[in-house]
């Protein structure tokens, strides 16, 4: 069974641009969610999807936005990117009981802000 | 508010040596917690899920206890390894889709 798939593996941007981060859910799996863990911080929620809308939203601004699509994947866009958001974004799967069942994550996109 | 607070903040032990790792939370309503191993560079991977009525569960080496009374759960490893060389994050989940994350306690197992 093929794990969560992140793209880039690394993605190196200027102050002002835009990134679009990719994922790939465990087959099966309906729900993905979008963490930010910068240097030294724990995971902060970003955003959790579900059958393609999304469900929950943590403390970001705006310019923090994404999309599920039909097959489940999702990208995640941040616009007028500012140096700290220099970060290990994570992407997680999980089928929708995420009381019971564990979250998959990928091995991350490494965004750094030049 | 709900928060997720782990010490130490760092530890290393020597190879072959047991440790604990501990866990408070402050999140209500609580549905379950979680353990996660987080390799450098990598996403973290489940090892434990335990809700409300479980005090212990192990996975190998590792075992979590949790006490839901006074709020602590902790994680015992036994016999480390170099590969137990990780930050272990501790999560609680409150009711269906919150997850509240631990900044984790990074472990360095030396030779």
């Known amino acids: 069974e093929a794990g969560v798939t992140q793209s880039p593996t690394h993605l190196i941007k200027t102050r002002g641009q835009q990134a679009t981060l990719r994922c790939s859910p465990i087959?099966?799996?309906?729900?993905v969610y979008w963490y930010q863990q910068a240097l030294g911080l724990g995971l902060q929620f970003l955003l959790w999807?579900?059958?393609?809308?999304?469900?929950n939203r943590g403390n970001f601004p705006p310019r923090f936005s994404g999309r599920q699509f039909p097959n489940y994947s999702s990208e995640l866009n941040v616009n007028a990117l500012e140096l700290e958001d220099s970060a290990l974004y994570l992407c997680a799967s999980s089928s929708r009981d995420i009381v019971n069942q564990p979250q998959h994550f990928g091995d991350g996109t490494r965004l750094s802000i030049l | 508010k709900n928060q997720v607070e782990q010490s130490p903040q760092s530890l290393i032990i020597l190879e072959g040596k047991n440790c604990t790792l501990q866990?408070?939370?402050?999140?209500?309503?609580?549905?379950?917690l979680r353990w996660y191993k987080q390799d450098t560079g990598r996403g973290p991977v489940s090892l434990t899920i335990m809700t409300f009525s479980e005090n212990t569960k192990s996975n190998g080496r590792y075992t979590a206890t949790l006490d839901a009374d006074t709020k602590q759960s902790s994680l015992h490893i036994t016999a480390s390894q170099l590969s137990d060389s990780a930050s272990y994050i501790c999560?609680?989940?409150?009711?269906?889709?919150?997850?509240?994350f631990g900044k984790g306690t990074m472990l360095l197992v030396s030779p």
């Open positions: 866990c408070n939370y402050t999140v209500s309503p609580f549905s379950n």
């Open positions: 087959s099966g799996h309906t729900s």
């Open positions: 999807y579900d059958e393609g809308e999304e469900r």
């Open positions: 999560v609680v989940s409150s009711g269906y889709s919150t997850l509240t």
